[in-house]
């Protein structure tokens, strides 16, 4: 018993670095205005006078810029790591500053716009910062420990959204729920002293620039199983941002006259159980396998669409439930891609795999806005039909293998 007590005492203190501790505070305060943002979407609308096309593209212009951005900030990363970990917060901080001045439609796309950009920098940042600098026993704690408190920053914004007097006005609310991204951009220079420099001299370019060459270099062929993984991370990615950042914010205000605090708690149900079930679900893909659990968490999912897409407001809880437990497994197909690729193509088909997520958090809430509010009720029965497709498609391939 003591020297288990010992251990476990050597594995907290190892872990708990003034790196990892700053890392941690600055994508927890960073990550409130992703939190607070879908439940102040129906007051956008009503206050600024928003189509619901115009609110689709304010939602969908944080996953487009954070599609736009994977690629050339992984590059800008290889070379420029501490100038991305002091970027990041300041763009986020900029792009709440644009979106919360009430400016009209460009504005508030501008707003959105720069605050994925910052989010992305800053996620990214921090991720690769951990990467390069722990190794061993304490990477995958420390990693946890980033992705948790990114988790329980995106829960403490929707909470505090929700609890701000509704009398308070939209950008208002949004910029006190907002105000912590403070504490992380004072950190900075902590952070900064906390990293160490690269070695190294001279100049170097803005974007690196890696040569693929040999043999072993050859572009490797997707595997059914690979593709399948694109796939389920893309669907899970667009129902996901279409449930969230348009379905329950404007069918909660419009069809189940919800407040801005009434579709905070139902953003909250979500985030609770993703953060509740985010350490049983790793540890049943350990143990049963990880395409099975992702095939659960699709068919999970697509129940809750259809939950939330044509339910009343205790259904729409209970499938925001199922929407949370499903989100706990959105790392899974990027497990089964990590198993189906070569090594020599990892990190580019983990880049790509990015992509196709960010494509989808763009898509979900965009599409929505096109189709406009009646006829965007189709879109999570739509996803559901997708979600549930992919899932038997695994089932299918997994009894064919077998």
């Known amino acids: 018993m003591a020297s288990e007590v010992i251990g476990q005492w050597f594995t907290i203190k190892g872990l ?18 992703a939190g607070a943002f879908p439940a102040i979407l129906p007051e956008l609308a009503r206050g600024d006078g928003l189509a619901d096309w115009q609110l689709g593209a304010v939602a969908g212009a944080y996953g487009f810029a954070r599609m736009m951005a994977d690629i050339p900030i992984g590059l800008f990363l290889t070379h420029h790591l501490r100038r991305a970990v002091v970027a990041g917060p300041c763009v986020l901080a900029a ?14 796309v501008l707003g959105r ?17 951990i990467l390069h600098y722990r190794t061993g026993w304490s990477l995958a704690a420390s990693l946890n420990a980033y992705e948790f408190s990114a988790m329980i920053g995106i829960l403490c914004g929707t909470v505090l959204i929700g609890v701000l007097p509704s009398s308070l006005a939209w950008n208002s609310a949004l910029l006190v729920t907002c105000a912590p991204q403070l504490v992380g951009i004072l950190t900075l220079p902590a952070l900064l002293r906390a990293l160490p420099r690269r070695e190294g001299a001279g100049p170097q370019p803005l974007f690196a620039r890696q040569a693929v060459a040999g043999p072993g270099a050859a572009v490797a062929a997707l595997t059914p199983a690979a593709v399948l993984a694109f796939v389920a991370g893309g669907a899970i990615a667009v129902a996901y941002s279409t449930v ?13 006259g919800l407040e801005r605090a009434g579709v905070a708690r139902l953003l909250m149900v979500m985030q609770v159980v993703d953060i509740a079930a985010l350490l049983p679900l790793g540890l049943l893909a350990d143990r049963r396998g990880t395409e099975r659990t992702l095939v659960a968490v699709l068919f ?8 939330v897409g044509f339910g009343t407001l205790p259904v729409v809880a209970v499938g925001c439930a199922f929407y949370g437990l499903g989100m706990a497994g959105w790392m899974l197909p990027l497990g089964v891609l990590r198993r189906e690729t070569p090594p020599a193509h990892v990190a580019w088909r983990t880049g790509l795999y990015r992509v196709c997520v960010d494509a989808g958090i763009f898509l979900g809430p965009f599409l929505a806005g096109l189709l406009g509010g ?29």
């Open 244 to 256: 969230e950042q348009f379905s329950i914010p404007l069918r909660g205000s419009r069809e189940l």
């Open 300 to 307: 999970v999912m697509a129940a809750g669409s259809a939950l």
């Open 374 to 402: 009646g006829r965007a009720r189709t879109l999570p029965g739509v996803w559901a039909s997708a979600l549930a497709l992919t899932g038997v498609l695994f089932l299918v391939r997994e009894r064919r293998r077998s």
């Open 95 to 108: 792009g709440v500053a644009v979106l919360t001045s009430g400016g009209p439609f460009p504005v508030l």
């Open 113 to 129: 716009l720069l605050m994925g950009v910052g989010h992305a920098l800053g996620m990214v940042a921090g991720l690769t910062a």
């Open 16 to 33: 708990v670095t003034p790196l990892i501790v700053l890392l941690c505070v600055t994508i927890f305060s960073n990550t409130f205005s």
